[in-house]
Structure formats: C-alpha cells, structure tokens
C-alpha cells in the first residue's frame, strides 16, 4: 500500500475512533462509510473523465449532503437512505433497509467534509477502498 493510501485508510480508522464516543458500532461506521462512499463515487462518475449519467437523483446525491448542515442534513441524510432504498433494480438493493447511524449533525459533517470530500476515491485501487472497511 502506498503512503498516500495509507494515510485515508488511517484517517478513516481514526473517524472510527471519534464515532466510537457517539454510539454506532464499528460495524454500522462501516455501513454508514459504505453509503458515503457509493454517494461520493457516483458524483465522481458524473464528471470528467467519466462524464457519465448520473445514477443517484442530484435532489438525493453527495452535492445535496454537502449543502446541509446541522440538523437539516441529519433529516436530509436519513431522506436519502428512505428514498434511495424505494428505487428500482440495484441502487434499492445496495440501500435496502439502510438507516442513519450517526445521529450527531457534527460528526455526519466532519465525516462528510473532512474524510470523505476530499479524496477522488474513484480512481484508487480497489484494494484501498476494501482497505477501509467499506
């Protein structure tokens, strides 16, 4: 693994920490990093070099995470994993009876901006994102 993989997959071990002081488990973090992640790749698939269409309605994508805060995205985060789960084929399969462990807007935000934001995840290795636990 290179430094620079290594560095995310410490990061998000050391959000696992802070989340573990706001109740989930490591097993939900890790759910909750999977549905960040699926969120965060489609947006990145939408725009170059991908330029495909979009899977995830924009009204329910990553942008839409990125301009809430506070309890807005709290409601806006549990709204998309309701939403999501009703689609047709597989995207309601991959959020079928998803639910929003992190119930703390702060934490929900960090993770949003600070882990997950920066990175362009879809043009790592496969293997750094199984890395992460997702």
Do not use: C
Not at 56 to 67: E, F, K, M, N, R
Not at 68 to 89: F, Q, S, T
């Amino acid at each position: 693994m290179s430094d620079a993989s290594q560095n995310i997959v410490n990061k998000a071990w050391n959000f696992a920490h802070v989340l573990r002081d706001d109740g989930p488990s490591y097993m939900a973090y890790t759910e909750q990093i999977t549905f960040l992640l699926f969120l965060k790749m489609a947006d990145e698939q939408t725009k170059a070099p991908y330029n495909r269409k979009p899977i995830v309605p924009p009204a329910l994508g990553w942008q839409s995470l990125l301009a809430k805060d506070g309890d807005d995205l709290e409601v806006h985060y549990r709204h998309i994993l309701e939403e999501l789960a009703k689609k047709p084929g597989m995207l309601g399969k991959i959020f079928k009876k998803a639910k929003p462990e992190i119930q703390n807007p702060a934490t929900l935000k960090r993770l949003i901006v600070d882990l997950i934001e920066p990175e362009q995840w879809s043009s790592m290795e496969a293997d750094i994102k199984g890395d992460t636990g997702s």
